[in-house]
């Protein structure tokens, strides 16, 4: 369609709803104050410790895997005993510049997997790996959820093609409430760094279409695994 | 709007009725559902609190709802979409068959859209020879039974596992096992194909946050991930009103929508889309359309049902009426079900053709107090049937009936004749229970469905009276010391 006849179109529209509520055109609206969010338990959530075994127990709730490392031995542990459980092969990880990223790639490669990074193989690749692995930008204590904005070598197939996805936490990145997490992504959409795709991801892949059964991965991972790392965990691995 | 062949509501009603498998699945659903969302309130707590900040924050949107949509459509330019404002089904569709057309498309895969059923997309993308997929497992299995969905978030729960199993070994040319893990796989390996093929993924729009230009799906399979994801281009069609100011509104809607809809936290995914990939992304679509719809949405501000709009289609209503609980959702006959679909579809479709749908109700109020931001939906129902009587669009022998009992009432002493005669005038069609079933002349409206029990012997007003009587007669009785009530009570 024409851009002239596109804007016409949108004035038509816009017009319409302001006549049909009975204002003005191209008044300037202030958002009203809402007033205070209810108080929300997991707000009680002081230290990052605390927060990261909330987010753990909210993740095995939705049969989600959890588990905490406190250095990059046990990092190394956790990673072997995901590619022993599901047959791994090949994985994926994300670009990234965590040093996480590089322990979890020299425990596969020691494993016998393939690895590669985001987008070497694109996603004919992905789409034949076993295992994506991220890094959470952000994690939630109150639903297990974990934050995962789309940018560059942090592509979104990695973590929705493989059947296994294995995100890892930094401990000070766990926060108590949806609600913190969204106002933190809304901060930073408002001051221009909005990527393309942020998506929230809380458990495998679920449905409940047939007979009202729970089935697990019918489209996205169908095994989830967070590691949350302590700070010295990563502090170790980032050679610090 | 219309999904059903059949036009009487009636029929339709007793074709579900007589479905005993349907019945007990939607049962089923129900109580699951309203079990999970009961949970998931008190879990949270204050959930009062949180449906009045549910409804403000919607009321507030709808009533500057041309500001937001101006923002809207601004901000997801300027993250490098494409916004196009649809008047009516028309444009919407054939902007969405334009898209198809100019990209060569030969396959679109889609993700579960309410707004898309309105407009029989996939009718005119089919037309055009596209391939169109849908990839919510409810949807899929019931596009390839050829149904529309019965629910707006579980929209297979009319089929067993059985029917599940024979519509995939349709497609698979063998005889698959019945067990959900084997259906499940199968539909995984068939869709997976179907989306790396996909030239185009649409989706709906649960919420578009305003002041980004930022699009939210919230879906628990990842079917609207990989929608957004694989497909190089990727069209948003969203009803005018799915829109919240901020993200701290999102945040809101969020704490409501999935607790209210399965009793979940947060679905499995939630997904924000702004605009197309950027230029150092290597996967997502390289171009974005956001189609937002009229559709007779508009026609619905400043009057009396706005409110309606404030919908955010969780389904909590249906999961509550106890209409939608014997007939299910595919006896209304329309896009929308339950009590939603009650007020919405006539305002949507029309009032002429959706007639019947304002009466498919007990008027109990369960929908009102089911829904998160607190839409007075029996209330609008009462509006609507209101309306049909001072527009005088209610049939001719209802009208009369209706004077002849105001002409009755009003005049007490021919009211109270006329009830003792209703009992010997109805005595002699009544069977040994003393019930009217039998379908004749102006009581087959009522008892082809129910049947009718006779009026009582002693009308209340007779038996009043008689009461009455006997009471002065009593207190007239002379009374000896240490008998009656004050010598009870001390005993
Ligand atoms: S009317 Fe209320 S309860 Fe019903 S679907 Fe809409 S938001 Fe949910």
């Known amino acids: 369609m024409a851009n002239g006849a596109r804007d016409a179109r949108r004035e038509a529209f816009l017009n319409r709803v302001a006549a049909r509520l009975g204002k003005p055109r191209g008044r300037r609206v202030v958002r009203p104050d809402f007033g205070p969010l209810p108080p929300q338990a997991e707000e009680q959530l002081a230290t990052p410790a605390a927060r990261a075994a909330a987010f753990c127990r909210a993740l095995e709730a939705l049969q989600g895997h959890a588990s905490r490392v406190a250095d990059p031995s046990e990092l190394a542990d956790a990673v072997r005993a995901i590619v022993r459980r599901h047959g791994v092969r090949q994985a994926v990880l994300w670009d990234a510049a965590h040093p996480a990223l590089e322990q979890v790639e020299a425990a596969l490669g020691a494993s016998g997997v393939t690895v590669r990074r985001w987008p070497d193989g694109g996603t004919v690749y992905a789409e034949a790996c076993e295992l994506g692995v991220v890094v959470a930008e952000m994690a939630v204590a109150q639903t297990g959820s974990v934050v995962l904005p789309a940018r560059g070598g942090q592509g979104r197939s990695v973590s929705l093609l493989p059947p296994v996805l294995l995100v890892l936490v930094d401990e000070e990145r766990v926060v108590g409430t949806l609600t913190d997490a969204l106002r933190a992504i809304g901060q930073r959409a408002r001051s221009g760094d909005l990527p393309a795709c942020v998506n929230l991801v809380t458990g495998p892949s679920r449905s409940a279409d047939i007979e009202m059964d729970l089935s697990i991965g019918v489209h996205g991972p169908g095994a989830v695994y967070a590691v949350v790392m302590n700070g010295s965990a990563s502090r170790e691995a980032d050679g610090r | 709007m219309r999904t059903s062949a059949e036009r009487s509501f009636a029929r339709r009603a007793q074709q579900a009725l007589a479905d005993s498998t349907l019945r007990a699945a939607v049962r089923k659903a129900q109580e699951r559902f309203r079990t999970g969302k009961r949970n998931a309130e008190a879990e949270l707590g204050h959930w009062e609190a949180w449906r009045r900040l549910g409804e403000a924050i919607r009321r507030h949107t709808i009533e500057n709802l041309d500001f937001y949509l101006e923002q809207l459509a601004d901000n997801v330019e300027k993250n490098g979409g494409t916004v196009v404002f649809a008047a009516t089904e028309r444009e919407a569709v054939d902007y969405v068959v334009q898209v198809a057309r100019e990209e060569g498309a030969r396959r679109v895969v889609k993700s579960k859209s309410m707004v898309s059923e309105e407009l029989h997309l996939n009718r005119a993308l089919e037309a055009l020879g596209v391939d169109v997929v849908e990839t919510d497992l409810g949807e899929y299995i019931i596009q390839l039974a050829g149904e529309p969905p019965s629910h707006i978030i579980a929209p297979s729960i009319h089929k067993n596992r059985r029917q599940i199993a024979e519509l ?97 936290k947060i679905t499995s995914y939630v997904t924000a889309i702004s605009g197309p990939r950027r230029a150092q992304d290597a996967d997502g679509p390289e171009a974005f359309h956001l189609v937002i719809v009229d559709n007779g949405r508009l026609d619905i501000l400043g009057t009396a049902y706005q409110d309606v709009l404030h919908c955010i289609r969780c389904g909590a209503c249906l999961n509550v009426c106890p209409v939608y609980r014997h007939i299910g959702g595919h006896a209304y006959g329309s896009v929308y079900s339950g009590p939603i679909g009650k007020v919405l579809t006539p305002l949507l479709g029309g009032m002429d ?60 002493a021919l009211y109270r004749r006329a009830v003792r005669w209703a009992r010997r005038l109805l005595a002699p069609l009544a069977d040994g229970e003393g019930k009217v079933r039998v379908q004749i002349g102006p009581l087959k409206g009522w008892t082809a469905q129910r049947d009718l029990p006779l009026p009582a012997r002693q009308s209340f007003l007779d038996w009043w009276e008689e009461e009455g009587r006997k009471e002065a007669a009593r207190q007239h009785e002379p009374r000896t010391e240490g008998e009656g009530r004050d010598g009870e009570r001390s005993a």
């Not at chain 2, 959706?354 to 007990?362: D, G, K, R, Y």
């Not at chain 2, 009102?368 to 609507?384: Q, T």
């Not at chain 2, 527009?391 to 009992?405: H, I, K, Q, S, V």
């Open chain 2, 168 to 264: 995939f070994s349709r497609v698979a040319g063998e005889a698959l096992p019945d067990d959900t893990p084997s259906l499940t796989r199968f539909a995984r390996r068939q869709l997976r194909r179907a989306f790396l093929e996909a030239d185009i993924g649409i989706t709906g729009c649960n919420f578009a946050v305003a002041e980004t230009g930022t699009i939210v799906l919230v879906s628990n399979e990842g079917n609207a991930r990989l929608t957004t994801t694989l497909p190089r281009v990727h069209i948003a069609i969203m009803g005018a009103e799915r829109i919240v100011p901020t993200w701290d509104d999102l945040d809101v809607m969020l704490h409501l929508l999935p607790r209210s809809a399965t009793g979940q």
């Open chain 2, 353 to 412: 053709e959706w007639h019947e749908l304002p009466h498919a109700s007990s008027l109990c109020a369960a929908c009102s107090e089911a829904c998160p931001v607190r839409i007075p939906l029996h209330e609008l129902l009462i509006e609507h049937r209101t309306e049909q009587v001072t527009r005088g669009t209610r049939p001719w022998a209802e009208r009369w009936a209706f004077r002849l009992y105001r002409w009755v009432v009003t005049r007490p």
